[in-house]
């Protein structure tokens, strides 16, 4: 009878509701889940007649379960201290997983390693993702199973390349003046030198001339910023009462240099300077002969300076292209090497590593020199090079591209892997099939796998997991509509056994 049949399709319906309100509810807690809620819609019509105007009269049948919608909704993201092979993705996509050569997708980000490194989810599903090839990512290449490399050695590196980072060297340096700076290099076995780099200013020798015959000495030099470089000389002021005079300390002029001798108040013996700083002149007391010898002189070559890069002593028998010179302009840029230094090379290392064999980067990505000249103090900004020693494995992070980064002990990052991200036209049309995993179907169409951040799909946050999308306060007002109908459905039975009853007792 209709009567009984229409609202069995009303309980029926309901009990479903139910049933995906108590699921939801039930997954509160579950990390990434996704709510579902069911939308009815009615059954066949039977005519029972016409009206006068002749419109049909007909009678609904009751009511059938049209869907069970999934809300896919992110829900928020929480942080998990100390848990690295957590993610969560934000926007769109599901992490894909291998489910038996099966692929099966999720937005349950609680990941684990195995015993052997692989990164498994919960129910123990391999997480798929673009395999790495000494730390370089290959998104061309199929997906492959992520494995992390615990308790693995990360072999060394020699340094190919270093720099100067934010160096300056002094436009008004003295001739003598050493600027260091020191970067530690590493061979190709691991072990580490200190590399200094000492900077001198570039000088010219002058081919000076001097007289000393009796009474009066000359020295004759060439431009006035000529520079004594030798201090390793003096000049005896007479002969009865002798007094030595020192050569002033490198870099000093002329100028200095009378100076000292006219402190050293040597009687009837005085010093002056002509020529514009050029000719010393050094005069005696009659027949008290002056003798000595002025040391060579030498000038700055403006805008230019020199370089030596050494190892410590003992670290290295032989070493080529190690020494140069480097140009600047009057702005203080440097534009002479028009390149790096290539081809540094120190042989014969104690510790039998191979040659080490590096370059010097003068100038940066963009083109610019890492190395000026202007008229501020030395200074050495930081340095840079690209060796390491060897190190053990301790910890690895997931990027927001979804890169799996490991961490060794020597302070190095290797990318192992990069996590792949699931997206298909209808999400609808995918299939629950449990464990907080799903599956694509014809109508979901197939899966386009790429990169986290591409194609309108989300990012991923390491750390981080998604809570479900449930909304309790949603479902308990859900609950109380479904109950509410599931009632009325059960009051139309009861209703319809009454009558039913009250018609049987008419033939009685």
């Known amino acids: 009878m209709a009567s009984f049949s229409i609202p069995l399709t009303g ?72 848990s690295p092979s957590d993610v969560a993705l934000t926007g769109n996509g599901f992490f894909v997983l291998n489910n038996g050569g099966i692929p099966a ?16 989810s919960a129910d123990g599903l391999a997480v798929m993702g673009y395999p790495a090839s000494k730390g370089v990512v290959n998104t061309n290449a199929p997906l492959a199973a992520i494995q992390i490399p615990l308790g693995a050695t990360q072999q060394p590196q020699a340094t190919t390349q270093f720099s100067l980072n934010a160096t300056n060297l002094n436009a008004s340096a003295a001739v003598g003046t050493v600027v260091p700076a020191q970067v530690t290099v590493y061979d190709s076995l691991g072990q580490s030198h200190v590399a200094t780099v000492n900077f001198t200013p570039s000088t010219t020798a002058l081919a000076g001339a001097y007289s000393g015959a009796g009474d009066t000495y000359t020295y004759t030099a060439g431009a006035t910023s000529d520079l004594i470089v030798s201090p390793s000389n003096s000049i005896t002021l007479g002969t009865t009462t002798p007094t030595s005079v020192a050569i002033p300390a ?55 300076w020199n370089y030596n890069i050494s190892l ?47 370059n010097w980067n003068l100038y940066d990505a963009n083109g ?42 020597n302070g190095q990052t290797q990318a192992v892997g990069q996590l792949a991200v699931a997206m298909v036209n209808n999400e609808q049309g995918l299939a629950r099939i449990g464990d907080n995993n799903f599956s694509a179907t014809l109508a979901s169409g197939p899966a386009t796998v790429g990169v986290a951040g591409t194609g309108g799909r989300g990012t991923m946050e390491g ?35 009454t009558v039913t009853q009250a018609t049987i007792n008419m033939i009685r």
């Open 105 to 120: 997708y999720t937005r349950a980000g609680d990941f684990q390693t195995d015993q052997n490194g692989n990164l498994t």
């Open 368 to 409: 610019s020199p890492t190395v000026s000249q202007v008229a501020s103090a030395s200074t050495v900004g930081g340095t840079t090079q690209n060796g390491y020693s060897s190190g053990s494995y301790s910890n690895f992070s997931i990027g927001s591209d979804g890169t799996i980064s490991v961490q060794f002990s």
């Open 312 to 358: 410590p002593p003992g670290d290295a028998s032989s070493a080529a292209n190690n020494t140069g010179t480097l140009t600047f302009n009057s702005s203080g840029q440097l534009t002479t090497p028009a390149g790096n230094v290539t081809g540094i090379s120190f042989g014969g290392l104690a510790d039998g590593a191979s040659n080490l064999t590096f």
């Open 250 to 304: 490198a870099g000093e002029t002329l100028t200095q240099m009378a100076t000292s001798i006219n402190s050293a108040n040597v009687p009837g013996v005085t010093a002056a300077v002509s020529g514009g700083g050029t000719t010393l002149t050094i005069t005696g007391t009659a027949g008290n002969t002056l003798s000595g010898t002025v040391p060579a002189l030498t000038q700055i070559n403006p805008n230019q």
């Open 463 to 497: 750390g981080a997991l998604e809570d479900s999308n449930v909304d309790i306060s949603s479902e308990f007002s859900n609950l109380i509509v479904a109950q509410s109908a599931y009632e009325a459905n059960a009051k139309s039975v009861t209703t319809f056994d």
């Open 11 to 82: 309980l029926n319906a309901d009990q479903t509701e139910l049933n995906t309100i108590a699921n939801n509810i039930s997954n509160l807690n579950t990390t990434g889940f996704k709510s579902q809620s069911t939308s009815f819609e009615d059954l066949f019509y039977q005519q029972v007649g016409s009206s006068g105007s002749g419109d049909p009269v007909v009678a609904g049948q009751g009511v059938k379960v049209a869907a069970n919608s999934t809300d896919f909704t992110p829900g928020s993201i929480n942080t998990t201290a100390g």
